[in-house]
């Protein structure tokens, strides 16, 4: 069907940078927004950044001016450019995706996709 699948995680010290990758793949007719998740250990799941299949962004407080979504359409990807990290982005940082797809012949609306997570660690 579809299938999302990160990239890019691993350990950095505080300051630091680290670039994000999620590849979508499958039966895709349309990918519409796309956006970055994450969920540090006893916390819910929270919106990091988002765009629209228009190049529209919108990002959470904690992330603004530090972090970077962008994406490229035609290779079915999304990128999370993280600078000047600190602890608190310590997380599982998942992609997200509204996909409509097309399969033996018919159209199923966009639905929800998640990737399989990638793990950020920010430490000294």
């Known amino acids: 069907q579809v299938q999302l699948v990160e990239s890019g995680g691993g350990l950095v010290q505080p300051g630091g940078s680290l670039r994000l990758s999620c590849a979508a793949s499958?039966?895709?007719?349309?990918?519409?927004?796309m956006a970055w998740y994450r969920q540090a250990p006893g916390k819910q799941r929270e919106l990091v950044a988002v765009?629209?299949?228009?190049?529209?962004?919108n990002y959470a407080d904690s992330v603004k001016g530090r972090f970077t979504i962008s994406r490229d359409n035609a290779k079915n990807t999304v990128y999370l450019q993280m600078n000047a990290m600190n602890p608190e982005d310590t997380a599982v940082y998942y992609c997200n995706a509204d996909i409509s797809t097309y399969r033996s012949g018919t159209y199923y609306q966009p639905s929800a996709y998640w990737g399989q997570g990638t793990q950020v660690t920010v430490s000294s």
């Open positions: 499958g039966s895709i007719l349309t990918i519409y927004t």
């Open positions: 765009i629209t299949s228009g190049g529209s962004t």
